[in-house]
């Protein structure tokens, strides 16, 4: 039902490196490496933590969807700093079921720093089909909404 709004659900990409790069800083960020602010902190935190050289320019290369193969050393940096499967970064065919628990874990954590209420997603999952497809849709909305407030 999202398709006929044009809006994307906020879940683990399928699309590009620089989606899934993007989508593990925004989702995945660990939570003892302090929450990034610039590619020369996410440069430096990966680095730290992986001890694999990573610059500030690789980041914003992934990012912004400049660099699309990178080297294997990057990737496998990147998978042991955000703590997913080196085939998180493969092919949509490969990473479906990747994505999905990736998507699970970030949910998880919304739950346990409490941005996200249990109380109301066990609500959620109990109102009926129709009333909860319009949620979604005001969800999605509102998700979409956010993103271009942020480009602005």
């Given amino acids: 039902m999202a398709e006929q709004t044009g809006v994307k659900r906020e879940t683990a990409p399928e699309g590009t490196l620089a989606d899934k ?6 989702h995945m960020w660990p939570a003892d490496a302090g ?17 694999e050289e990573i610059s500030s320019t690789t980041v914003w290369k992934l990012r ?3 660099q699309d193969n990178p080297q294997l050393r990057t990737l ?3 998978a042991r700093f955000f703590a997913v499967p080196l085939g998180y970064f493969g092919a949509p065919a490969e990473s479906r079921s990747i994505e999905d628990d990736l998507t699970l874990q970030a949910l998880r954590r919304k739950l346990d720093d409490g941005t ?14 129709d009333v909860r497809w319009l949620v979604d849709e005001m969800i999605l909305a509102a998700t979409q909404a956010a993103k271009l407030r942020t480009k602005a």
């Fill in 116 to 129: 996200i209420r249990p109380d109301v997603l066990r609500a959620f999952t109990d109102l009926p089909a």
């Fill in 76 to 78: 496998t940096a990147l």
């Fill in 21 to 26: 790069v993007e989508w593990l800083i925004n």
């Fill in 35 to 51: 929450p990034p602010k610039t590619n020369i902190e996410v440069a430096a935190a990966i680095t730290a933590a992986t001890g």
């Fill in 64 to 66: 912004t969807g400049r």
